[in-house]
């Protein structure tokens, strides 16, 4: 059973408070409404094509984006269809500062938006509620649209990195039958089916999604299955009560590449202080180091509750329940591409150490739950748009131990025999040493055993708050904002109850809109960020070890203009002020100063003509170290210089001034459609280019990946055949096959998927 804090038991009663006087004045507000007063809109993000008119992300709830004080990407339906998305990824790129973080796409999307890593736990949200844990490949088949809210958003969400939220907002019944399927592949040999179906009888509305799916990345040995069963659901007893459940159940199984890390880094002295990493050589994209055995298996849940309650035309209640968890079990690959062996009695010379590392099963469970009020009032001339609520959520992790594998070569001959675990007999006339593998020409290695799964440390994080948000217009022209949350926050063993931290902080945000013409906002935003710090990484020398939670805060200005409906133009500045978790020089995982992300983000998106179609965007980033520790001396317990292979001492340098890792000073995007309509009804081409500046692969700069620019080619035609309406769609992703560094941060470091060319066709039967 769940226990609930006293401040939400609180924050409810004041919910109950809140409404009680609505509820009594509700006749009173219906006769104003008449009269033309102040009215709650309906959320109907489906009518928006363009995802240039609402949202529904966070405390702003239908807003118009023209009023929405903060920068708000919307990729709607329309062009997730165009591109063939079928990852986060593919769909985020139409948005600038978005890149991959860290591990290789092919399993699911690790993002960083403005340099700043989006937490995998809190971060994601569906029907912009529930917190789902991105880590399996999040479906977009049954998705509407998704929206990247940028920066930070403690007070509707609570503790949630600065990098802003990304929501997904499933597909909502039909009034009518409707009946789809689609078969899509691509030219690695994926091949998949999709099944849409939806419509209404009597007060139950339905839309069910079913997937099955033979993914194919293009890189050797990952191929795999997914499959997705997803539905939403809307029962209106009365017109002004509705109740939605929503479900989806994924799965997914394919092997996940190998990837560089660098473990052994220069060893930094008094007299060489600035030495480098060198970068391996880009290699075939195909290529996949790891065993051809390394599955990552992932089954995840996510189902969510709502009761929307409009009890009158200025007031709604909103309460609901959601539980998102995932079961994984996973073979995490990575080679040090900077210690090629030279030793015949270790294994072959020249080819490089590669760690495979299996965690049996780990578990991840989050439970949310939220009600609030929403109204629509007038006082002394100001409208009001308030919303009170109260929110809890429940994250939980009991996972098994990671354990290193390691190989046995034949004593006589060197040959490889295979990779085992610590428990592993070995093999007579075999010794046990460091799997090696090569880079280029990578060969098999053979799996002897399995681990016995052993409990890891099972941890819970407990957030709780109660907030008030209110939107105040002043005649035409100027909009006022302002809200806060007060949390409450603790980290807790699950085995020992131990308490490892708790606080109760409070977050502000407040912000204005003004309004010279209506087609026209000039707004600015101050916003209070909370977050969860990330456990230190297992190369650490702290490995696991759990931080305090991080504050930041966001300064926003900007400028929004629709000159016409279905095209819009954003351009902000924003500041934001984080603390900073990084590894050290002493490969510490540690709290160290904070950072700084600065820049200017444009935007243009939306149907220019009836025709043609544009998604424009483009990022200008410095984002630095801007405080930390000084240069530091390493000593040893005794207070003795460390000295380095040089014969001076060893230091663990400062960070201040340095890029942030994974931040790209410039990305932009460009990607565009064009319909025939008179000259050949039903074509369409459309066409993309991705550009994403160089990175630094850590804190101390010690390399940068190159940037790097990508191009996409599309067409697709509509027709009626047998009396059903068919699109036939063919894609190319990375015109001309170009070599790049993906995804880099924490050491770490992927290539680019190989070039891609995607099909499908699609019936709407009714």
């Known amino acids: 059973m769940i226990k609930v804090h006293k401040t939400l038991l609180f924050a ?23 009269s033309g007063g102040p009215v709650l809109d309906e959320i109907v993000v489906t009518a928006d094509r363009t995802g240039t008119e609402l949202v529904q992300v966070g405390s702003f709830r239908g807003a118009k984006q023209l009023d929405t004080p903060l920068t708000i990407a919307v990729i709607p339906r329309d062009v997730l269809d165009t591109q063939q998305a079928t990852s986060l990824i593919d769909a985020l790129r139409n948005t600038a500062g978005v890149t991959t973080s860290q591990t290789s796409p092919t399993v699911y999307n690790n993002l960083a938006i403005r340099g700043i890593d989006v937490e995998n736990r809190g971060n994601y949200r569906l029907n912009g509620t529930l917190p789902i844990i991105n880590l399996t490949d999040l479906p977009l088949e049954d998705k509407e649209r998704i929206e990247a809210l940028k920066g930070a958003s403690a007070l509707y969400y609570g503790f949630t990195t600065p990098s802003g939220i990304i929501n997904l907002t499933m597909k909502r019944p039909t009034q009518d039958p409707y009946l789809a399927a689609k078969i899509f592949g691509n030219s690695h040999g994926r091949i998949g089916g999709h099944v849409d179906f939806g419509g ?33 659901f809307d029962i209106k007893p009365t017109d002004t009560l509705t109740v939605q459940v929503d479900g989806e159940h994924i799965f997914k199984k394919v092997n996940e590449p190998g990837i560089y890390r660098f473990r052994e880094t220069p060893i930094l002295t008094v007299d060489n202080p600035d030495t480098g990493i060198a970068l391996p050589e880009l290699i075939d994209p195909h290529t ?62 020249g080819e490089f150490p590669v760690s495979i590392s299996y965690q049996p099963v780990a578990k991840f469970k989050n439970q949310n739950y939220r009600a609030e009020v ?60 460091a799997c090696l593998q ?13 681990p016995l799964p052993g409990l890891n440390n099972p941890t819970q994080i407990t957030d709780t ?157 410095d984002a630095k170290y801007k405080s930390g520790s000084p240069t530091l001396l390493v000593v040893d317990d005794a207070g003795n210089p460390v000295l380095g292979p040089d014969g001076s001492q060893r230091i663990s340098p400062s960070i201040v001034g340095n890029r942030v890792e994974n931040a790209a000073k410039r990305t932009f995007s460009l990607a565009t459609e064009y319909r025939f309509t008179d000259w050949l009804p039903g074509f369409s081409v459309n066409g993309a280019v991705y550009h994403t500046g160089n990175r630094a692969i850590n804190p101390l700069n010690q390399a940068f990946i190159p940037g790097y620019t990508l191009f996409d080619l599309g067409a697709g035609y509509t027709t009626d055949i047998a009396g059903t309406e068919t699109t036939f769609r063919i894609s190319a992703e990375n015109v001309g096959g170009k070599k790049y560094w993906g995804s880099t941060g924490g050491l770490l470091l992927s290539q680019g998927v190989p070039s891609t060319v995607k099909f499908s066709i699609e019936t709407k039967f009714f």
């Open 465 to 621: 708050g109660a907030f008030i948000f209110d939107r105040m217009e002043i005649g035409e022209w100027l909009q006022l904002l302002g809200g806060v949350r007060i949390s409450d926050y603790k980290e807790e063993r699950l085995d020992t109850g131990l308490k490892t931290f708790s606080a109760s902080p409070t977050s502000l945000s407040f912000g204005a809109v003004v309004k010279p013409i209506s087609s026209v906002s000039i707004y600015g935003t101050y916003i209070e960020g909370l977050e969860s710090t990330p456990a230190a990484p297992l190369t650490t020398v702290n490995a696991a070890e759990q931080l305090p939670p991080s504050a930041s805060t966001q300064y926003e200005g900007g400028i929004k203009w629709e000159p016409k409906s279905g095209l819009l133009f954003q351009a902000a500045y924003f500041d934001i002020s984080r603390d900073s978790a990084v590894v050290n020089g002493a490969n510490r995982w540690v709290k160290d100063g904070k950072s700084s992300y600065r820049g200017v983000e444009l935007s243009f998106t939306g149907n220019v003509t009836p025709d043609w179609s544009v998604y424009a965007s483009a990022l200008f980033l």
């Open 12 to 34: 409810g009663a004041a919910l109950g408070v809140a409404m009680a006087p609505s509820l009594a004045f509700s006749q009173e507000t219906e006769a104003a409404t008449e």
């Open 288 to 349: 996949n180091f790891g065993p051809d055995w390394a599955a990552n298996r992932t089954e995840a849940t996510n189902l969510l509750g709502k009761v929307i309650w409009k009890f009158s035309p200025s007031w709604e209640f909103v309460a609901s329940a959601g539980l998102s968890q995932v079961q994984r079990g996973r073979h995490f690959n990575t080679l040090d591409p900077n210690d090629p062996n030279t030793d015949p009695l270790r294994g072959p010379v």
């Open 438 to 450: 090569s880079i280029t020409d990578p060969h098999d290695i053979p799996q002897l055993g399995e």
């Open 374 to 433: 929403a109204g629509a009032f007038e006082t002394f001339g100001i409208k009001h748009e308030l919303l009170i609520g109260v929110s809890q959520n429940i994250r939980a992790n009991r996972s098994s131990a990671s354990t290193a594998q390691t190989c046995f070569y034949n004593n006589a001959t060197g040959a490889l025999l295979g990779a085992g675990f610590p428990s592993t007999p070995v093999p007579a006339g075999a010794t046990r040493s």
């Open 200 to 232: 209404t009888t009597g007060i139950l509305g339905y839309r069910i999604n079913a997937v099955y799916d033979r993914p194919d990345s293009g890189i050797d040995h990952t191929s795999g299955t997914r499959t997705v069963l997803a539905g939403a």
